[in-house]
């Protein structure tokens, strides 16, 4: 089997893809366009109503004993554009540049999150040269707004043993697990009253590194809104003014102000601000955490000191950062929680946390811990976006086929294999079909999400040989 025929074939379908709108929730033209492509080649095929496409293809000659496996990719992307930007993603096509070795976009996503892992399902549905048990080729959608495509998929006819989802960033790294989350927001009307005769504060903090609540929670990275909380609980007549720190629950972060109102001098609080910043445990090298305190003047309106001290009190004692560490895997985070945005503002405060795990009812637990102590404490309380862990299995043989077809493939070389403390589809087809064997894998693609976004190619040869392999290898 010659790679570089493979290859081209796969860039071809790269091509014909990222000619077709595909934004989240716009997924239509490319599930009428797979849709098509099935029924061009002869090939069983259904569509649903969120525009999810199953393309089954019948075992090769000399595997129809062997079992059943899915290979699955997410159809939608993230649309973004340079400012000065005209692209229309509703109309216009994806404007490639080929730089020889790397793929980019013109002043857009270049879309390989994850239309190159669709190139590949396609290439294996069309390529009558490789063999493979009975396959199913399962393309999801909103998969980068919440994964509400894997979520109400339904796969009542599918029969397999093994997925191998497509969807990974890095050749040499599979991922074998992934946690699940939910978001808490907690909300609360605030009674204010007139600042008498008080001293007016901000103070900000800046100059942390923040970074993704779930794959950079195990690395200590410091959390504004606590820095700024662990401040206020040394005042015992502060009244909190206003408090706005982070921008989205699912970042640790980095920048945090609060407005507030204390007796206590100038002086005082920044000897308590000075010790507070002696004390952080600073594990990130190069950086200048910044945090500065002026008077403010004007005419404000303040929560009560039993309020704010409430208010303190919720935000240092809810279950947050690294809550428990996997037994199965090493230097895992099994359990975490982040308080990404707080927002203390016009008589309502509102405080939004996501709580990850890759084990369900430990997840729960502490959503229940965190939401108990919240409603003692007079807030009102919604759960959204939850979404399944995929709980790592050390006795995964899919894990050994794969370790075995990549050494194969690769001179020997050896790969990573990790689980991951974030979200992936795997996770919640695994909650639909539990007797899977799952692994996530894919090319080299950095800069996903943005308009640098850039695609490897060597790496794009390396996988299909990788994935050749293992489905030679399944049993």
Known sequence: MKIENKYEKLLHFFYEISKIPRNSTEENQISDFLCEFAKSRNLEYRKDDFYNVL????????????????????????????????????????EIINNGNVLKAKDTTLGADD???????????????????????LFTTQE?????????????????????????????????????GARLTFEKNVELEESVNENIYEINVSGLRGGHSGVDINKGRLNANYIIAQI??????????????????????????????????NNIIREKIENIKNNLNIVDEDININISLKKVTGNFKVASIIESQNIVSLLLNLKQNVIKLSEDKEGLVETSGNVGIVDISNGKCTIKELIRSSIDYERKRIEEIN?????????????????????????????????????????GEYPKVEAI???????MIFEKMPNLELISIGPDIVDVHTVNETLFLDSCRKILKTIFKMIELLD
């Not at 079992?67 to 400012?83: F, G, N, S, Y």
């Not at 239309?115 to 080729?137: F, K, Q, R, T, W």
């Not at 007549?237 to 945090?256: E, Q, R, W, Y």
């Open 55 to 94: 393309i089954k293809k019948k075992a090769s000659f000399g595997y129809e004993d062997r079992k059943p496996i899915i290979l699955q990719a997410h159809t939608d992307m993230v649309c973004e554009r340079t400012i000065d930007s005209n692209h229309n993603f509703k109309l216009d096509p994806i």
């Open 115 to 137: 239309g190159i892992g669709v190139a590949i399902l396609l290439l294996m549905l069309d390529d009558n040269e490789i063999s493979h048990p009975e396959m199913y080729c």
């Open 144 to 180: 980068e707004i919440g994964m509400d495509g894997a979520k109400h998929f339904d796969y009542s006819d599918i029969s397999a043993s093994y997925l191998i989802n497509v969807d990974g960033e890095e050749e040499n790294t599979a991922i074998v697990g992934c946690a699940g």
């Open 232 to 265: 206020l609980e040394q005042l015992d007549d502060v009244k909190i003014v206003s408090f706005v720190g982070g921008t989205k629950d699912n970042a640790i972060p980095n920048l945090s102000r609060c407005i507030f109102a204390s007796k206590v001098g």
């Open 371 to 411: 939401i108990n102590m919240a409603k003692e404490k007079g807030y009102l309380i919604k759960k959204e976006s939850e979404y399944p862990g995929w709980k790592y299995n050390p006795n995964s043989r899919l894990e050994k086929i794969y370790i075995e077809a990549y050494e194969k493939t690769h001179d």
């Open 421 to 427: 403390h974030a979200g992936v589809e795997c996770g």
